[in-house]
């Protein structure tokens, strides 16, 4: 059974930053691209970032880029994603995604 579970989210303020977590189990993950979501309240959940298997490419979309920061550790099955110069627009439920398997999500929230 895959599992995925993000953590590292909290209260931080503005111009903050953050790292966050997503611990796979139940696959292979060194054959595994990894994604990270975020879904604000009222809004569709967005692509954050993507690293690939050996995390030798990563995306960002251009909103973000400078700002995020996605890394992977295979041989701890964990994906990281530091976030530096938080906004209160990063305020959102962060959620690590691979192989149509989603984890629960970890809240993040910006604000003084």
């Known amino acids: 059974q895959v599992q995925l579970v993000e953590s590292g989210g909290g209260l931080v303020q503005p111009g903050g930053s953050l790292t966050l977590s997503c611990a796979a189990s139940g696959l292979t993950f060194s054959s595994a691209a990894v994604r990270w979501y975020r879904q604000a309240p009222g809004k569709e959940r967005e692509l954050v970032a993507s690293i690939s298997t050996y995390g030798v490419y990563t995306i960002y979309p251009d909103s973000l880029k400078g700002r995020l920061i996605v890394s992977r550790d295979n041989a701890k099955n964990t994906v990281y994603l530091r976030m530096i110069t938080l906004k209160p627009e990063d305020t959102a439920v962060y959620y690590c995604?691979?192989?149509?398997?989603w984890g629960q999500g970890t809240q993040v929230t910006v604000s003084s």
């Open positions: 995604y691979t192989r149509d398997y």
